[in-house]
């Protein structure tokens, strides 16, 4: 079988013996980074040497049928560097192949990065949303921002440290710069914290640079709750990223309350 293993987000206090157990007794290991599967052994002072197997981003479209054949003869280990496996890492694709060709698939849970940021965010955690990374590029950015501003769930993201600051930015001005929001920073490790506020006060704080491991937490949008300016915003944001004006003014309408037409006149308005 497939076994897919959580492992330490960054305490490795946090590995659990089941985690542990597994490593100790694997004889196939298939790991995002082989040098940081090696020194998980070594800080968890498991001496066993397992084969390890780069999977990767870039070789697991090509790995995956490989590694599915040999997960039917003997249990194949799959690790992340960091958290569980397929959630915004390396794994996906082959838990999928795994699934298509018959193979058994299970999991060690264990630490998460989403949840953890999640319930230390002190926003509502009934219903939640996980994002992933945020596109890189500004304008592509900024229009999926536009098309979330009036989601009701809490959203959670991941975010490179160098890029934390322009995506606060552009969230403040798609989702509301009063919208409330934590940034979550080196979650269990030595130098954690939480930094809680609104979208606007995290993105002036974030300006002069932030370091570490990083999610972002967006409390949920409520019955219009997006106010009309912000609302013209996000259909110019979904213009600039290449949706007609008409198209634009009627998703936001249908998402905010707003009238379509309203929307329309105003974004007409300012193109000019």
């Not at 968890?44 to 003869?73: Q, S, T, W, Y």
């Not at 018959?102 to 509502?124: Q, R, W, Y």
């Not at 006149?265 to 300012?270: C, K």
């Amino acid at each position: 079988m497939i076994i897919l293993a959580a492992t330490p987000i960054g305490n490795l206090g946090d590995a659990s013996r089941r985690l542990i157990e597994a490593l100790e007794n694997a004889t196939v290991v298939a790991a995002e980074d082989t040098r940081t599967t090696q020194r998980l052994l070594s800080g968890l002072g498991v001496e066993n040497r397992p084969r390890l197997i780069a999977l990767h981003d870039h070789n697991e479209k090509k790995r995956a049928a490989e590694l599915v054949e040999l997960a039917r003869e003997d249990d194949l280990l799959v690790l992340s560097d960091a958290g569980m496996p397929t959630v915004s890492d390396p794994g996906f694709g082959l838990v999928a192949a795994a699934a298509a060709a018959g193979v058994t698939v299970t999991a060690l849970p264990g630490p998460s990065a989403v949840v953890t940021a999640l319930a230390v965010a002190g926003l509502p955690t009934d219903r939640f949303a996980f994002e992933g990374f945020p596109r890189r590029k500004p304008e592509e950015r900024r229009r999926a921002f536009a098309q979330l501003a009036s989601e009701e769930r809490t959203l959670v993201f991941f975010e490179s440290p160098s890029r934390l600051a322009s995506t606060l930015d552009d969230l403040a001005a798609t989702f509301g710069a009063d919208r409330s929001a934590a940034v979550c920073r080196e979650l269990t490790k030595l130098y954690e914290e939480v930094k809680r506020g609104t979208l606007a006060e995290l993105a002036a704080w974030a300006a002069d640079g932030v370091r570490g491991e990083i999610a972002i937490v967006v409390g949920g949008a409520t019955a219009r709750e997006v106010a009309f300016p912000d609302a013209v915003t996000q259909v110019l944001e979904l213009v600039r990223g290449g949706t007609r004006l008409k198209e634009a003014a009627a998703e936001v309408a249908s998402l905010t309350g707003h009238s379509s037409r309203e929307l329309y006149q105003a974004g007409l308005a300012v193109k000019r």
